[in-house]
């Protein structure tokens, strides 16, 4: 089959197209700019900091106190890192710590301790069903094992997980099932199988393309923005099981601009660049199925044992996903790119667990960057111009964005998005009225609700 050519003008997928669902802080302004945190105590006060300044923080101190760190997380009450430190004999591991401005934990076990924890676990019980992530603000290992493992599987994991010794790790059931979050019908299409797009990128050779879960290349190489249309895109790299779940597909058009922003329905957000993951920070989750839900960072270094083989180096959320949100981006209110969503167990009704592939590892793997084509960002004719993002032909319809009309893009439309025949009802994502535009049509996402 021949791939469709994508005119220039036509903007690329932009993530999801869904309505704002239990997320609208997403909308509101907050004060929480960087400051110095300073007072009498200048050295020894926790600086207030926004959560992107506080995992470059983390960062630092986990290669100044070696082997003293026992992880960091965020708090977001207080604004302040809080560092995890194994004082030993030498207590001026604390005094470095506060005097680069977090708020110093004294805890029992390292981080290196913990990533032994988890070695363990993966050679004695990689057992499908489990996962197992470090919880900075347990200072443990959580292990969680889903609906399935009982019997002697549950006693296999019970007992390493005691044999760990006392302290190191929290063992909890699921009532869910650990899967990936692929689904079909909807979004971006390959064979009979429909994911969600996470971020727009450039290849290393310059082209522009897009990154989605690697999992989701499993239902074939050619992807369509409807479901049976003409390809679009084709996927250059893949990695799934193994060492993260990612992939980079490449749009077959080199003229094809792709904006460096994510379709939350109701507006855009622009993305600025890509971060590690904070435990305890905020973050937003874009899908295909269910569109935009919000959350907190619960775990980091997660290794997920799904039915498919184990996935390393994830990052664990309370974030919601359904099937066909696979891909989806995952990212901060300020427009930090962080995750690509793997999978997990649960549905944005009863709530779970859902991992996430940090998007600053794929990048590396891939060798991509943030960004697509002159459409990077959100100038000239991406993101808001006529011809790219939201104009008569890409991203929007009538009423959604500034375009003028439903164009020929991705992620809305009667057969693509979640129309009435497919992932959703006629009001998520798009109804009748959406033509094939990035995003939404006339009905789609936030059209008349908010």
Known sequence: MSHKRIPKRKAAIAAGSVVALGAAALL?????????????????????????????????????????????????????????????????????????????REVDNSWSELKDGASTLKSEATIAGTSWSIDPRTN???????????????????????????????????????????????????????????????????????LTAGHCTLGGNEWSDTQGGQPIATVDQSTFPGNGDFALVKYDDPATQAPSEVNTGNQTVQISGAAEATVGQQVFRMGSTTGLNNGQVLGLDATVNYPEGTVTGLIQTDVCAEPGDSGGSLFTQDGLAIGLTSGGSGDCTVGGETFFQPVTTALEAVGATLGAGDGAGAGGQAGAGEEAGAGQEAGAGEQDGPGNGAGQGVGAGQEAGAGQDAGAGGQRGAGNGAGRGVGAGQEAGDHSEL
């Open 28 to 104: 509101l302004p907050h004060a929480n700019a960087s400051q110095d945190g300073s007072s009498g105590d200048a050295a020894a006060a926790p600086k207030t900091l926004k959560a992107g300044d506080a995992s470059d923080l983390a960062a630092q101190l986990s290669g100044l106190l070696g082997e003293a760190f026992g992880g960091s997380y965020y708090d977001g009450d207080n604004q302040q890192l809080v560092v995890n430190v194994v004082p030993g004999d030498n207590n001026n591991v604390i005094v470095q710590a506060k005097a680069a401005g977090a708020k110093v």
């Open 140 to 210: 443990k290992l959580l292990v969680t094992a889903d609906s399935t493992v009982t019997g002697a599987k549950w006693d296999k994991l019970e007992s390493t997980v005691r044999g760990l010794g006392s302290g190191m790790a929290t063992l909890k059931k699921s009532s869910g099932t650990f899967k990936p979050f692929v689904s079909g019908g909807d979004a971006i299409f390959a064979g009979g199988s429909r994911c969600s797009l996470g971020f727009n990128v450039t290849a290393g050779d310059g082209s522009p393309a897009f």
